[in-house]
């Protein structure tokens, strides 16, 4: 008769510790991917996150979000953002004088296209804007037609264990809670600027430089074109609670009180 062989606890406890971590490591999922939230510039929409095969709930937009190109070497998003909104008014002159009653109906799309390859990227978007019923006439910031909201080229380059963005071209610029410089997403037609930004992004933050020229709408196709009495240039720190920064502004033949000269002003804030 065998006698039973003995193994030391330490030597049993170690290999089904061992067993199980090995488990745990196998079966533990990856973190979960979700899709970025539609925001009003959509250029820094990331969908590449579409390209894990557990990541994609299903859903038919996604053949539209991370098209593969040139076998893989181009990657290509696509969007379209559609709003009606209408508005009314009565007595809109505030009981001062007898006013007609005025309701119009704000009509926009604002496709885009996002063209990435590597450190590449071109990113263009443009605008269908009308205002039906609008009275005596719309406004530029009403009813820029068929025109070109953004387009812009950019390069993405390491620097250390950070990533510097230089861009070229027109693009809207919401800097912080857009206080000073917005979108002016509420009105029919946005805010754009045309130039030049580069961005730093570290682990502690983003330092954006630009210089630019405020884009002004007109009531025809394609003739939107850069202020040339308005320009604006300065930096942009987004930091863990806190944001510095210096804009400066100048417009040629500003006129206050009655009186005309050029205006520059300089902000400094935190």
């Not at 390859?117 to 009308?130: E, K, S």
């Not at 963005?165 to 206080?179: A, D, F, K, N």
């Not at 509420?186 to 961005?199: E, H, S």
């Not at 074109?225 to 806190?242: C, F, I």
Request: glycine fraction near 10%; proline fraction near 8%; aromatic fraction near 8%.
């Amino acid at each position: 008769m065998c006698k039973p062989r003995r193994v030391a606890r330490g030597a049993v406890a170690g290999v089904v510790t061992a067993a199980w971590a090995m488990g745990a490591a196998v079966a533990q999922p990856a973190p979960p991917w979700h899709a970025p939230a539609p925001s009003t510039v959509r250029y820094d929409e990331d969908w590449s996150g579409l390209d894990r095969p557990t990541s994609s709930p299903g859903r038919w937009t996604e053949a539209l979000k991370n098209v593969a190109l040139a076998d893989g070497r181009l990657r290509l998003t696509t969007g379209l953002e559609l709003r009606l909104r209408s508005e009314t008014f009565r007595d809109n002159l505030w009981g001062e004088a007898a006013a007609p009653d005025d309701g119009y109906l704000w009509v926009r799309a604002l496709p885009y296209a996002d063209l990435r390859m590597g450190a590449v990227r071109a990113f263009v978007q443009p605008i269908v804007a009308y205002a039906v019923g609008a009275r005596p006439a719309p406004s530029p910031i009403d009813e820029t037609r068929v025109d070109l909201l953004q387009g812009f080229g950019e390069l993405t380059l390491p620097a250390g264990s950070a990533r510097l963005t230089l861009r070229g071209g027109r693009q809207m610029m919401p800097l912080g809670s857009e206080r000073l410089v917005g979108s002016r997403y509420g009105p029919n037609v946005p805010l754009a600027f045309d130039g030049v930004r580069a961005d730093l992004r570290t682990a502690a933050g983003v330092v954006s430089l630009f210089d630019v020229k405020p884009v002004q709408p007109r009531l025809g196709e394609f003739d939107d074109r850069a202020s040339t009495t308005k320009a604006l240039w300065g930096a942009y720190a987004t930091l863990p609670n806190l944001d510095l920064y210096y804009l400066g502004y100048r417009r040629r033949g500003a006129t206050f009180g009655g009186r005309t000269a050029d205006e520059h002003r300089d902000s400094f804030g935190l």
